[in-house]
């Protein structure tokens, strides 16, 4: 069974930076599709960005530009570098997985394997 640990949340002030990490264990194929996803309080839960074993990736428009996603094949790890924040990016951060490709990487229908969270606090 797969297991997904997120770290690297935190609390900082508008434009400033920070990375999320979410490490994957228990995957059994070399084929995979790790994503972010967060929530705000009294919101539904979006899409972020996400990434293939392959190298495909896709975000959402409001953070091109802003936020990287990548990932460490090596450790099964997914990174998301977030720059230039916003109190509207204030929310608990998701990672999501599936062992498999898929055509649509910023669906959370997509996603068997659910972290727990992290929080991203923006202040202003």
């Known amino acids: 069974r797969v297991r997904l640990t997120e770290s690297g949340g935190g609390s900082v002030q508008s434009g400033g930076s920070l990375r999320l990490a979410c490490a994957g264990s228990?995957?059994?194929?070399?084929?995979?599709?790790m994503a972010w996803f967060r929530q705000a309080p009294g919101k539904e839960r979006q899409p972020v960005a996400a990434i293939d074993s392959a190298g495909s990736s896709s975000y959402l428009e409001f953070v091109r530009g802003r936020f990287t996603v990548s990932l460490d094949h090596a450790t099964k790890t997914v990174y998301l570098q977030m720059k230039s924040l916003k109190p509207e990016d204030t929310a608990m951060y998701y990672c999501?997985?599936?062992?498999?490709?898929?055509?649509?990487?910023?669906?959370?229908?997509?996603?068997?394997?659910w972290g727990q969270g992290t929080q991203v606090t923006v202040s202003s």
């Open positions: 999501a997985a599936l062992e498999d490709y898929s055509t649509d990487l910023l669906g959370a229908w997509t996603y068997t394997y």
């Open positions: 228990g995957f059994t194929r070399t084929t995979y599709t």
